[in-house]
Every structure is written in structure tokens, then in C-alpha cells.
């Protein structure tokens, strides 16, 4: 006679609340879990659906009270239409090259991790991040991830982009980039890259996190169309009305 292991239940815990990094004058809270053991890439998937991000081990999303600015966003990969701009984005950076590595983090990485904090985020909380934290947000994950490096003809790294693999799609984690590198653009480019790798592994999607209308610093994700948004539990075009509240999959235990 045979017997199943018992699945450990998944707890789920809201976080205290703290200044909003994106919409000054409000206030944020996560509600977050742990992803751990043989059931952190499906758990991870089942999430990532319902409109959650992951952080080293910890899935989470934003349940703050009274608002609902941070909407989940994902490109549809093969539907993908770059724009004018996006286009000659493409021609401006033929000859980047690009390379999958594991999700290990090294000095130059963190140099060029460094240097973008201070130019983009001086005021947040990943300005003051040593290398060990570096080291921790690469490299503590239960899951399938890698980094994508882009560098100059020359060798010189001007970019890289942590990466989820999920089972429908892409999610980029964190990109950072060569901010004096202007011309061309290469956080777009990072995710028009991300888009052309999902088609060639045959994955719909790329999770690019949450859209927040109000901030500026997140307008650029509204630019990759066809986009879906995560409405009542629905992903749906992104031009559709707004109004309703994101919902989260429900995940049992």
C-alpha cells in the first residue's frame, strides 16, 4: 500500500504598509508568499498568471488599500508590432551582442548595477545595495532563471536583464543598462529582445511586472503592443475600459 505525501499548505502574509515608490502620497502593502521546494516553478507559474511578481524566493503582489494603479501587464509575444521607433531601435542596436548566462552575479554586473541606481534611483532602496545584496537578488531563486547580457562589438557590458522562465512566457525581474548609452535605448531594446526569444522558445507571453499609469517611470511599458492587462482575473487588450479591480488566482495547498 502506497501513500502521497501531504502537501504543505501555502501561507500567505500582508506586509506593513510603506510609502509608495511610484505614486507620491500613498501608501503601499504586499501580500507575499514563499516559493520553496518541489512545488516553487509550478506555484511560481500558477502566480505569475494571477498577476504576481517574484523576488528572490517570495512571490508577491500588491494589495494596498483604496487604490489599484498597479495593473499586471504582458506582451503577446508573436502578436508583437514594433512601432516606428521601436524599429529603428532594432537597426540602432544590430550589433549587440547578446548572451544567456546562469544566474550568477559578478563584479561587472554590479559596477554597471551600481552606476544605473544612481543615475535612474538614487532615492530608492536598491542605491545602497552592496554586492552581497546584489549577489542575493541574482542568485536566490528556486526557480529557472538566467541573465541576459548585452555588450558592445567591443566586449564592454552595457546591459543585463534577469529572467524567469515560466511555462507561458518570459517574465523580465529586473533589467539595468548603460544610462549615457541614450541613442539607444536599450531598456527597450532588452524587451524587444526578451519578445524575439519567447517566439523563437514558442512562449505567448512576456511578463513586464505592473503597469502604473500615474508614474512616469513606468510609462515605457505601455509602448509594447499587443498588450494585455490583468482586469477581475481576465487578461484582456490593453486598450479595454478600466474600472474593475485586479484579482489573484486563488492557489491551494
Known amino acids: 500500500m502506497s501513500f502521497k505525501p501531504a502537501r504543505r499548505p501555502h501561507f500567505f502574509y500582508t506586509t506593513a504598509p510603506l510609502p509608495c515608490p511610484y505614486v507620491p502620497g500613498r ?22 498568471r494571477g498577476g504576481f511578481r517574484r523576488s528572490h524566493n517570495i512571490a508577491y503582489a500588491p494589495v494596498c488599500p483604496a487604490c489599484n494603479a498597479c495593473v499586471p501587464i504582458r506582451i503577446r509575444a508573436a502578436d508583437f508590432e514594433p512601432s516606428r521607433t521601436q524599429k529603428r531601435l532594432l537597426r540602432a542596436n544590430a550589433d549587440i551582442l547578446v548572451q ?61 536583464c534577469l529572467t524567469d522562465r515560466l511555462g507561458d512566457g518570459l517574465s523580465a525581474v529586473y533589467s539595468f543598462f548603460d544610462t549615457s548609452l541614450n541613442l ?4 527597450t531594446y532588452a524587451i524587444m ?35 494585455e492587462i490583468l482586469r477581475a482575473g481576465q487578461w484582456v487588450p490593453m486598450h479595454e475600459p478600466a474600472g474593475a479591480v485586479p484579482a489573484f488566482v486563488t492557489v491551494q495547498g
Open 100 to 160: 544567456e548566462m546562469p544566474p550568477r552575479a559578478t563584479a561587472e554586473q554590479f559596477q554597471l548595477f551600481q552606476t544605473y541606481q544612481r543615475q535612474r534611483h538614487g532615492e530608492g532602496d536598491m542605491a545602497t545595495m552592496s554586492f552581497y545584496d546584489y549577489r542575493a537578488m541574482v542568485e536566490d531563486t528556486p526557480i529557472e532563471t538566467g541573465m541576459v547580457e548585452f555588450r558592445l562589438p567591443t566586449g564592454q557590458l552595457v546591459g543585463a
Open 27 to 48: 501608501t503601499e502593502r504586499k501580500v507575499v508568499t514563499e516559493l520553496s521546494g518541489v512545488v516553487a516553478e509550478s506555484l511560481h507559474d500558477k502566480l505569475s
Open 193 to 227: 529582445w526578451l519578445v524575439q526569444r519567447a517566439v523563437e522558445l514558442d512562449l505567448p507571453n512576456v511578463y513586464l511586472g505592473y503597469w502604473v499609469e500615474e508614474s512616469r517611470k513606468m510609462a515605457y511599458k505601455a509602448k509594447f503592443r499587443p498588450s
Open 184 to 187: 539607444r535605448s536599450l531598456g
